[in-house]
Structures are given as structure tokens and as C-alpha cells.
T-cell receptor, first 113, second 114 residues
Framework: NSKVIQTPRYLVKGQGQKAKMRCIPE?????VFWYQQNKNNEFKFLIN????????QIDMTEKRFSAECPSNSPCSLEIQSSEAGDSALYLC???????????FGEGSKLTVL | GDSVTQTEGPVTLSEGTSLTVNCSYE??????LFWYVQYPGEGPQLLFK?????EKGSNRGFEATYNKEATSFHLQKASVQESDSAVYYC?????????????FGKGTSLVVHP
């Protein structure tokens, strides 16, 4: 039973459309990660936050992807202009500082037609 | 950068047989090592973690020993059950300063037949 809440569980978008996913981290966890999991189960790190600040992000995230973790609101990951290659399971995870242990949500499965 | 290499799946076993999933890693830091498990339709969840070299972690009959010299963290179970069918991920993470990015292996799919 995940305590990290991700919505929506599924979303279907056409190419060029925006896709937005939300994540409520586990209570008391200041660190939030977004990973992209492809159909081969491989994880790709996208971005992480501590509180509202970005710690690290990859180039892909900097271009078409945007993410934020505002205080007192869900974190979000948005793809500005979806491409077929973006079809994947997007996993949000949260963590306490200095443990390295991630608590994952159930993911948002994006299909880009 | 850090990397984790694990047994390529799928691994197909019959109930009651033993399991070994190999995991080796490369890093310049002194990491904590993890095994996560992901059941169909769910997010990954922690199976167990080991923060110190030469120590063993275990949970639900699965175990692994942190071998710093060999840079390995192989997952074993003496007798698998059909309910163990899932994808297993080996991972490592530094833990200093909060500015860390856990690294995952590519996952090993386990299918256990009754």
C-alpha cells in the first residue's frame, strides 16, 4: 500500500499534447524523485527535489519536461509537447534526507498515440 | 558515474527451487545497497537494504550479503513460491548531504511456475 500518491494512474495523449502528472510524497519526506520506466523495466532518472529546490536533472528534463514541488501542493511533472517515445510509466518516489531509500508511488502510465 | 549490473531475465523457475540473481556494482563512494521488488501494476517497494560491508540483509526468505571487495550483492532464496513472481531491482545510493541519485540495475524478471 503506497503512501506516495500519484495521479492519474493512466493518461493517453496525442503527439504534441501536454501531459501532466502529480505526486504527493510521503508525509515528512522532503526529497522527491521522478523516474521514467520503459517497457523493458529500465529506470531513467529525470529530476529530484529537496523541498522546493531542484537538486539534479537530466538534459531531457530541461528541454520538454518541467517539474516543480511547490510548498503545500502536490509535486508535478509536465511534458510540454508529448512524443511517442515518452510513452512510459512515470514513477514518483520520496525519501528522507541521507537515507538513499526510496518510497515509490504506483506510477502514472502515459501512452502517446 | 555509478552503475549496477544484474542477471538478465526472465528467470523461470519451478516452485520450491532455489534462486540466485547476480548483482555487481561500480561506484567511487561507499554506498548503501538495496533490493527492490515490483509486482505487476504496482510501484517498486523495498525488499531490504544493507548499509555496511560484510553485513547481510534479508526479508521474506530472500537474502543478500554486501561484498565490498567483490563489489557484489547477489540475491538468493532457497525455495521460491509462485507469489515471488515479480521484477527484482538491485540499486545503490550514497547517503550524504541529500544530494544523491539512487542508481538502479535493469531489473530481473522472475517467473515461478507451480
Amino acid at each position: 500500500n503506497s503512501k506516495v500518491i500519484q495521479t492519474p494512474r493512466y493518461l493517453v495523449k496525442g503527439q504534441g499534447q501536454k501531459a501532466k502528472m502529480r505526486c504527493i510524497p510521503e508525509k515528512g519526506h522532503p526529497v522527491v524523485f521522478w523516474y521514467q520506466q520503459n517497457k523493458n523495466n529500465e529506470f531513467k532518472f529525470l529530476i529530484n527535489f529537496q523541498n522546493q529546490e531542484v537538486l539534479q536533472q537530466i538534459d531531457m528534463t530541461e528541454k520538454r519536461f518541467s517539474a516543480e514541488c511547490p510548498s503545500n501542493s502536490p509535486c508535478s511533472l509536465e511534458i510540454q509537447s508529448s512524443e511517442a517515445g515518452d510513452s512510459a510509466l512515470y514513477l514518483c518516489a520520496s525519501s528522507q534526507v541521507d537515507t538513499g531509500q526510496l518510497y515509490f508511488g504506483e506510477g502514472s502510465k502515459l501512452t502517446v498515440l | 558515474g555509478d552503475s549496477v549490473t544484474q542477471t538478465e531475465g526472465p528467470v523461470t523457475l519451478s516452485e520450491g527451487t532455489s534462486l540466485t540473481v547476480n548483482c555487481s556494482y561500480e561506484t567511487k563512494q561507499y554506498p548503501t545497497l538495496f533490493w527492490y521488488v515490483q509486482y505487476p501494476g504496482e510501484g517498486p517497494q523495498l525488499l531490504f537494504k544493507v548499509p555496511k560491508a560484510n553485513e547481510k540483509g534479508s526479508n521474506r526468505g530472500f537474502e543478500a550479503t554486501y561484498n565490498k571487495e567483490a563489489t557484489s550483492f547477489h540475491l538468493q532464496k532457497a525455495s521460491v513460491q509462485e507469489s515471488d513472481s515479480a521484477v527484482y531491482y538491485c540499486a545503490l545510493s550514497g547517503t550524504s548531504g541529500g544530494n544523491y541519485k539512487p542508481t538502479f540495475g535493469k531489473g530481473t524478471s522472475l517467473v515461478v511456475h507451480p
